[in-house]
């Protein structure tokens, strides 16, 4: 993804009053509200940069935008950011020490920020079947997110793989476009919850292949795109391929918690705990927003809209403790 940097990039500052970890929506949104509150963010990008939205191509529900590229949709609010004052930086935080006071981030660059009150939004990654061919055709026909791309598949058959309550609704919520749905999963039943299984029993466009793997998507080359999927029968060993416009790989998300695991309380799987109607966490000055603590909408504009709650959560949280306009404190004990 293009970027277009900015003259704190080379120069990141010992302390700063809110860090926020993660470009994607979420991070983004609350660098521009925390800009406009004169809190002087600063964000670190991560491995990915703009994050989950710049591995898809078209996204149709950014309000506004009736069709834009997701890589350019990320420029275009890294640039927002920018614009209203945020320093980013090209970097990745590996260690975060949530029980000093401030903060203290160490960077990759060996760099390392102390901060009075910290953002995390650093997203979740869909799991993947981790084939070559997933990879080939991610966002020309393979997909993680039906409400995402559902919509490009009307009257197209498409492939669900999974058995979980997410690959039941994926593929419930599929039939609103396509002609067929075909559910793939490795095991003879399915572990979504009983009301799910019936509704999905009971719609006629969507049929089961049970003890099945998925070995290989296959696709034309120009235009790149799916045109079936190549199982294998688990217990039989016998391999069979299915016509498809799209397959939807509803094995999970995993949240991206790792730095915050063991300081900061988690659910869900390793989706980190806010209280509910708000973005502050287990510890007092810490706020999370989008994916890492949305186990159920995963939306980009719920992202957003999670930014901008954790900014307005951390600006008033500073207030409160006499640090909104305050310079940057010494080491002393911030009470929670
Ligand atoms: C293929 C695909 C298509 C999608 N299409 C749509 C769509 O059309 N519409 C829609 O609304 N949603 C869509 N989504 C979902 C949407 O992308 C996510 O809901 C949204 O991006 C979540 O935003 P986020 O800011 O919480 O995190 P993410 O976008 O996941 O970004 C996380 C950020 O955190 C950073 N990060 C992670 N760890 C660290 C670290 N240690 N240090 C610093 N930074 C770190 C990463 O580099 C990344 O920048 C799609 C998702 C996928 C995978």
């Given at each position: ?16 009053r ?22 002087e ?22 309000p ?5 590229q ?20 090209i ?26 009150a910290?953002?995390?939004a650093?997203?979740?990654?869909a ?18 997110c ?34 067929k ?30 003890d099945?793997e998925?070995?290989?998507?296959q ?64 510890i ?53």
């Amino acid at each position: 993804m293009s970027h277009a940097p900015t003259p704190a990039e080379t120069a990141l500052p010992a302390h700063s009053r809110v860090l926020i970890v993660g470009s994607g929506p979420a991070g983004y949104t609350a660098a521009v509200y925390a800009s406009r509150a004169m809190l002087e963010p600063v964000l670190i990008q991560g491995m990915q940069p703009g994050g989950q939205l710049t591995i898809t191509t078209e996204v149709e529900n950014w309000p506004g935008e009736t069709e834009i590229q997701g890589p350019d949709l990320m420029v275009k609010m890294e640039a927002h950011a920018a614009a209203m004052g945020a320093r980013i930086f090209i970097d990745t935080v590996t260690r975060l020490d949530l029980k000093a006071r401030p903060f203290v981030a160490e960077l990759d660059s060996g760099r390392r920020i102390t901060a009075d009150a910290v953002i995390l939004a650093t997203g979740a990654q869909a799991r993947w079947l981790e084939l070559e061919s997933e990879e080939k055709f991610k966002g020309f026909g393979v997909s993680a997110c039906a409400t995402c791309d559902g919509f490009f598949y009307r009257n197209r058959e498409v492939v669900v793989v999974g058995g979980g309550n997410t690959a039941v609704e994926e593929a419930l919520f599929l039939t609103k476009f396509a002609s067929k749905v075909t559910l793939v999963h490795r095991r003879d039943s399915l572990r979504a919850e009983k009301i799910l299984q019936d509704r999905l029993f009971k719609n006629p466009k969507i049929n089961v292949i049970w003890d099945h793997e998925v070995l290989e998507v296959q696709g034309d080359e120009q235009p790149l795109g799916v045109t079936c999927v190549r199982l294998r029968n688990l217990k039989t060993g016998t391999e069979q391929t299915v016509p498809a416009d799209g397959v939807f790989v509803a094995i999970g998300h995993a949240p991206a918690s790792e730095l915050v695991a063991g300081q900061l309380e988690l659910h869900h799987g390793g989706y980190v705990k806010v209280e509910p109607g708000s973005t502050r966490t287990s510890i007092p000055g810490v706020f999370a927003a989008g994916d890492l603590t949305d186990h159920i909408y995963r939306q980009a504009v719920t992202s957003a809209g999670m930014g901008c709650m954790a900014a307005l959560d951390a600006e008033r949280w500073l207030a409160d403790h006499h640090m909104a306009g305050a310079p940057a404190p010494d080491e002393a004990e911030i009470p929670a």
